[in-house]
């Protein structure tokens, strides 16, 4: 082989090597994008958790208080013992 076709051959492998790393860079890019994408919807879907559960302790909080004023207008009226 000459220094010509050595030359050539390494120029080739070269560009086959940055044609790769080209690609694994696009499949990178692509993974990270999806990844915070997924990272998104999940802080999306535990934040709806969140307001799920505030909004649940609210009603808790609201019915427990109509339970007392049920248990005191009963009294009240005589339609149940202490």
């Known amino acids: 082989m000459t220094d010509e076709n050595i030359e050539n051959?390494?120029?080739?492998?070269?560009?086959?090597?940055?044609?790769?790393?080209?690609?694994i860079?696009?499949?990178l890019k692509e993974h990270t994008q999806?990844?915070?994408?997924?990272e998104l919807a999940i802080a999306r879907t535990s934040s709806n958790q969140s307001h799920q559960?505030?909004?649940?302790?609210?009603?808790?909080?609201?019915?427990?208080?109509l339970a007392e004023r049920?248990?005191?207008?009963?009294?009240r009226l005589e339609l149940r013992e202490s």
């Open 9 to 23: 051959l390494l120029l080739e492998h070269m560009q086959r090597f940055q044609a790769g790393q080209e690609r």
């Open 25 to 27: 860079e696009r499949t």
């Open 34 to 38: 999806r990844l915070g994408r997924i």
């Open 53 to 65: 559960e505030t909004d649940y302790a609210e009603q808790s909080v609201r019915l427990d208080q």
């Open 70 to 75: 049920l248990d005191r207008i009963e009294r």
